[in-house]
Structure formats: structure tokens, C-alpha cells
């Protein structure tokens, strides 16, 4: 392709609503611009790039037995409402109504339409399994969308749906699908994890999410430092060994504790470490209400709340409700004398107590000398606080450290979440009805491409693996009036592109300086400089991800362009 009769509009300075790397950079080079908020055009090497992404994805897709479909973006509420999604799914799910009042929402997720179509259309155990999936723009209503691609209301997605008769063939398919999206980011370069998650909106069991190490992620990784574990921080299982101490049992009395309301401030107050205190949430379920302890000096994890009190949403009960409950504020709440009914969760960490310190359930009063069992019941012990830098590893194999992730990838176990509800059933080898056993497989497609975009730069510009670079040579001729340049450019542009090479020609009128400063932007991997040497058949070739540059003559010119693309 020729540059001038291309779309790259590069800027020189940094866009001020920009603020991190990826978008600014994106922006600059000409790769996108923003139409409204959290909405892009992708320019002429956007397209590029995110054809190149796919083009890797469904590579990956087909030799994992996946086959492509495409499904409709305009979704009728009634399949939402047959799940109860849309009630549940929240403000982020885009809804319009067509002339006849018909409700319809922009597709966020594709789980309903492809449950109706496949229970319209399979019938018998005999055709499954079946994989299939698309690449297609979903929109979610993002309260805030920011980091350019990273969070925006129109993106780019590649979602798969798998349909089974058995939980058996289920975990087969997951993980051929797994394996399949670690060859995908291993094949564009990427420093990545695929985490233990939660599989939040999207419902069911057993998922992975695949993250890419990044300064800028909104997720928290735990991972060990000695072995492939990784996990969410919301997910990351806790395998601490605690000791009981060999304290006599002290008599519980009750202490002031006026104005003291934070776990430090009680602490401080009384004269005791934080981990001798019993913090005390109350959290709202389906089912009531519950109170989950957790030792002073941990945080309780509200994914690990809902999971152990099987509830469909946990939240912390506000203020006024607490009052009702217990008769006190949030601050002196505590499990000594609770009211009837009223069920106790409590993190592991709080059997190992002796002595503690718990809220009175009076205003500015706190209990001394709290144990567990004596003092108060507790109905399940469970792991229900998050892990913390320099815990063991829950698989036994060294400590964790925190890392912070760009989600790019989540595969799910659905299992019958869609199909029960939906009544999507085929019949088994005994003749029966039974609900499809499904999976669920997601990958942000532009979003993988602002993923490679943050890691791959520097302060010139991009660095773009030759996977999926826009173009994979940059001829650059300095002056195109002069008449031995514009030849041999012409020349080697048509060699290039005979060897398959993606050539882009910098056939500009423009200065040296600019077209030096916009290749580097650009961030093509060879740039090929044609300069004072032309006639000589003399070339400059840069490699640039090194910036290492050295010349070579024409004939040359294929074999080291290979060299370099092959490392």
C-alpha cells in the first residue's frame, strides 16, 4: 500500500484526554479515533491489526473444533426475560424499544439467542457436541468508560457457546478451548496468566480468566512465585496455617469505647494488635440477612460470602438496616448475644482467636476477652477473606505475589444455567429429555489489541509483533524527487509484495524527519530507508523492536528481512 493513497492521520502531540498508554499511542499513530465516549472508529492500521487478531483467533478456533456462525446484535427481551437477565443483569445492558413498542436490547452477550437457536434445531444426543462462534461488536452501557479499548460501549468480541450431552464432554471441550486461547496469546507475544475467576453476570462454574501483566489492570492477580498458580484476587483460595495461643480463658467483660468505630481506632484504644479483634459485617442475601466474621487485620471477600452462603447476590447491609438488626451502629456490631434465627459465617482465621476483642452490639461498647464457641456460635467456618502478598500458595508450591491484569480472555462452565431455564433439551441414548450441558468462551478482541498496544512501545511508538502488525516492512525513501530513489523504491516494492511481504511505501512528499518520526510511530517491524546510496543499490535496514540498523545491498534485502522477521 502506498502512503498516499492511505488514511494515517499521526499526530505529534499527546491527546490530552488520553491517559494511558495504549490510547494515547493508538490515537497518535492513526490507529483509531473516538467518535463519543467509549466508542472508536479503527482506521485503515486498526483494521489491520484487529483483521490480523482475528485472523489468529479463528486459526485457534478451527483447530479446536470450533465452527463460526454470526448472530444477531438486535436480541428480543423475551429470551432475557426467560433467564431473568433482563431484570438482573443491570443498567449496563442497552434496551430500545422498535415501532410497535417491542422491547429489544443491543447484544452485551450472546448466551440467550444461541440457547434458542440450538434447542429449535438439536434434538438428539447424537449431534453433539457442538462448538460454535463469532467475532461481532457487543455493547454494554459502561458508567464510566475509559483506557480508550480497554472499557468502552462498542467493542469487538469473539464469543463460543458449546452444547453437550455429558459433563464429561463438557470438560474435553473446556480444555481444548483453554490450551486454544493460551496459543492464541502465546502466538501475539503477550505476558499473560490465565487465572482461577468469577464468573459473575454470565452465571455457572469452573472459569478461567485470561490476563494480560499490566500496570494500568483494573484486576489483581495472586500468583505464586514458584509455580503456574494464578488466580483473581476475589478467587484466590486461602491455605494459611494459623496457631492457637496457649492463653488461659479470661472472663468476658464489656469496655468502652466511645467514638471508636474502625478495627485501627478499637485496637489503638484498648491497647491490643488488630489481629486480636473480631471484625463484624453484616451482609443482605435473597434469604435475610447473615453475619460473617472475619480476624481484624483480614479483609472479607464478598465473592467468597456469596459462594459459601450459596446466595445469588451478597451485599453489605447499609447503616440503617444494621441498626434494625442489632440495635447498634456498623462500629460496635459484634456476635456475642445475636437474635435468634440470625445465621454466623466465620473465615478460619477466626477459631484461632483466644481472648479477642468483638463489638457489643451497644453504641460505643465493645467486648474483651471474645472467644469463639464459648461466647458465641458460629454456624460454618469457611475460607472467606481475600488472600494477601506473602500467603503460601494454595497448591503448596511457594508464596503469592500480586500483579495487576488487563482481562482479555474468560472461559466458562455453564452447565445447564441457560438451558434449564430456556428449556433447551435433547434426548439421551435412553430416550429421555435432558437440559444441554453447556460452555461458554469469550475473548475481547479490540481489547487484546489495546493489551498488545500497552506492551508493546516505546517512547518513539509502537513495537508491533510481525503476527499482527499492520504491515511487516516500511519502505522509506528520503527523497522521492530524487529520480535513483523513487526507482529503486518502486523496484523493491514490487519485489517485496511478490514475495508476499505486507508492504506499506512512504511515497510522501514529506521531509526526512517526518517520515523517520512517523515509521517509528508506526512501529511496522523492518523499515527499509533508501536513501544517498541508491544508486549503488545500497539500503539501511532497521529492526524496530532493537533499533538495531545496518546496510545491505538489494539482492540481500529478502534473505535479511527474513532473518529478522524470523527471530
Not at 17 to 22: C, M, P, Q
Not at 352 to 370: P, T
Request: some cysteine.
Amino acid at each position: 500500500m502506498r502512503q498516499t493513497q492511505t488514511f494515517i492521520p499521526t499526530l505529534r502531540e499527546v491527546p490530552a484526554d488520553a491517559d494511558v498508554k495504549s490510547h494515547q499511542m493508538l490515537l497518535r499513530a492513526g490507529f483509531i479515533r473516538q467518535n463519543t465516549s467509549g466508542v472508536y472508529s479503527f482506521l485503515p492500521l486498526g483494521k489491520r491489526v484487529l483483521q490480523k487478531v482475528e485472523e489468529v483467533i479463528r486459526e485457534e478456533m478451527q483447530a479446536a473444533g470450533s465452527v463460526e456462525v454470526s448472530l444477531p446484535a438486535l436480541q428480543q427481551a423475551e429470551l432475557w426475560q426467560e433467564t431473568g437477565r433482563w431484570y438482573s443483569y443491570g443498567p449496563e445492558l442497552m434496551r430500545l424499544k422498535d415501532r410497535h413498542d417491542r422491547e429489544f436490547a443491543l447484544g452485551a452477550t450472546h448466551e440467550e439467542v444461541i440457547t434458542s437457536l440450538l434447542r429449535d434445531e438439536i434434538k438428539s444426543y447424537k449431534k453433539l457436541p457442538l462448538n460454535l462462534y463469532q467475532i461481532q461488536s457487543k455493547f454494554r452501557d459502561e458508567k464510566r468508560p475509559r483506557f480508550g479499548l480497554l472499557r468502552g460501549r462498542e467493542f469487538l468480541m469473539k464469543d463460543a457457546y458449546s452444547f453437550h450431552a455429558t459433563k464429561e464432554s463438557l470438560d474435553e471441550t473446556y480444555e481444548k478451548m483453554r490450551q486454544a486461547y493460551t496459543n492464541i496469546f502465546t502466538r501475539l507475544g503477550l505476558n499473560f496468566r490465565a487465572v482461577i475467576a468469577d464468573s459473575g453476570a454470565i452465571g455457572g462454574k469452573d472459569n478461567h480468566e485470561f490476563m494480560v501483566l499490566s500496570d494500568i489492570g483494573e484486576d489483581t492477580i495472586a500468583y505464586s512465585d514458584s509455580s503456574q498458580y494464578a488466580a483473581n484476587i476475589e478467587m484466590a483460595e486461602v491455605d494459611a496455617a494459623y496457631e492457637r495461643s496457649d492463653e488461659a480463658l479470661k472472663p468476658l467483660r464489656k469496655a468502652d469505647t466511645p467514638d471508636q468505630k474502625t478495627i485501627r481506632e478499637v485496637a489503638g484504644h484498648l491497647g491490643v494488635e488488630p489481629e486480636r479483634c473480631i471484625k463484624t459485617l453484616v451482609f443482605k442475601t435473597g434469604d435475610g440477612f447473615v453475619l460473617v466474621l472475619a480476624r481484624g487485620d483480614h479483609d472479607i471477600n464478598e465473592i467468597k460470602v456469596k459462594h459459601v452462603t450459596g446466595a445469588k447476590n451478597a451485599e453489605l447491609a447499609d447503616a440503617e438496616e444494621v441498626r434494625q438488626l442489632l440495635s447498634a451502629g456498623i462500629g460496635s456490631v459484634g456476635p456475642v448475644k445475636l437474635p435468634q434465627g440470625l445465621k454466623v459465617y466465620a473465615d478460619h482465621a477466626v477459631r484461632y482467636i483466644v481472648n479477642g476483642v468483638a463489638g457489643a452490639n451497644e453504641d460505643g461498647r465493645h467486648y474483651i476477652n471474645v472467644n469463639p464457641d464459648r461466647d458465641f456460635s458460629v454456624d460454618e467456618y469457611a475460607d472467606l477473606r481475600f488472600i494477601r502478598e506473602g500467603d503460601p500458595s494454595p497448591d503448596g508450591n511457594g508464596t503469592i505475589v500480586f500483579a495487576k491484569g488487563i482481562e482479555v480472555g474468560h472461559v466458562f462452565k455453564l452447565g445447564t444455567t441457560y438451558s434449564e431455564p430456556m428449556d433447551g433439551t435433547f434426548l439421551n441414548d435412553q430416550g429421555r429429555a435432558e437440559p444441554y450441558i453447556m460452555g461458554c468462551y469469550g475473548i475481547g478482541v479490540s481489547r487484546v489489541m489495546a493489551a498488545v498496544a500497552e506492551q508493546f512501545q516505546d517512547d518513539g511508538g509502537f513495537l508491533w509483533p510481525p503476527a499482527i502488525a499492520p504491515y511487516t516492512v516500511h519502505l522509506v525513501p528520503v527523497n522521492m524527487k530524487d529520480e535513483a530513489q523513487r526507482e529503486l523504491a518502486e523496484e523493491l516494492y514490487k519485489l517485496l509484495k511478490d514475495y508476499r511481504y505486507e508492504v506499506l511505501l512512504d511515497d510522501r512528499p514529506e521531509r526526512a524527519g517526518v517520515k523517520f518520526a512517523d515509521a517509528d510511530l508506526l512501529g511496522i517491524p523492518v523499515r527499509v530507508t533508501i536513501g544517498k546510496r541508491a544508486p549503488e543499490g545500497i539500503l539501511e535496514v532497521k529492526n524496530r523492536r532493537t533499533g538495531e540498523t545496518f546496510e545491505c545491498q538489494r539482492e540481500e534485502l529478502q534473505d535479511r528481512i527474513q532473518q529478522l522477521l524470523s527471530r
